[in-house]
């Protein structure tokens, strides 16, 4: 699909969205933009939507995000003397306790995000983006996007907390 002339104008205007989002007032405005679509029920919600649940992407995303947090946890607690380090159970509580409030500013992103980066697209080229999503190929690369930005994220996040750790631990507070 990557390499077809749909495929690349599709990249292309991910990148160019993923470029712009860094931009807050642009992320501000995409989501402006995206909640007015949602009060007029825009049908081309419908196939965002479809699109979403096609790569269970929230999920996917929530998911990787748990992960990271529960990664910088334990990197921090285990860089930590013995007598500060955090219970496991502990841990893992604070970090499904995130759960709701990742899967809420990840749905508003998304939602902003894909909005803006498929505002080009026919509703049948976003379509078609879709049906590739939904076939047993774009399932496929779906989930190797996602495991590998996990086993990125996962590792950063560790190493992120024993730095934080560290610093704290040499750092008057």
Do not use: C, H
């Not at 995206?34 to 009060?39: F, G, Q, S, Y």
């Amino acid at each position: 699909f990557f390499g077809s002339a749909l495929g690349q104008k599709v990249l292309g205007l991910e990148i160019d969205a993923r470029r712009a989002m860094i931009d807050d007032d642009i992320s501000e405005a995409a989501e402006v933009a995206a909640e007015k679509m949602k009060a007029a029920r825009d049908p081309r919600l419908r196939l965002i939507r479809r699109m979403i649940e096609a790569g269970d992407v929230v999920e996917m995303n929530v998911a990787g995000a748990l992960g990271a947090n529960l990664a910088f946890s334990r990197g921090l607690s285990d860089a930590m003397p013995p007598g500060q380090r955090q219970d496991p159970d502990d841990m893992m509580a604070e970090v499904w306790g995130q759960e709701a409030g990742i899967r809420a500013s990840t749905t508003t992103w998304l939602y902003s995000y894909l909005t803006m980066a498929y505002a080009p697209l026919s509703d049948a080229e976003l379509k078609s983006y879709i049906d590739f999503w939904a076939s047993p190929a774009g399932k496929a690369v779906n989930a190797a996007l996602f495991a590998g930005s996990d086993a990125v994220f996962a590792p950063l996040s560790q190493d992120l907390g024993a730095a934080v750790a560290a610093t704290a631990q040499s750092t008057d507070i």
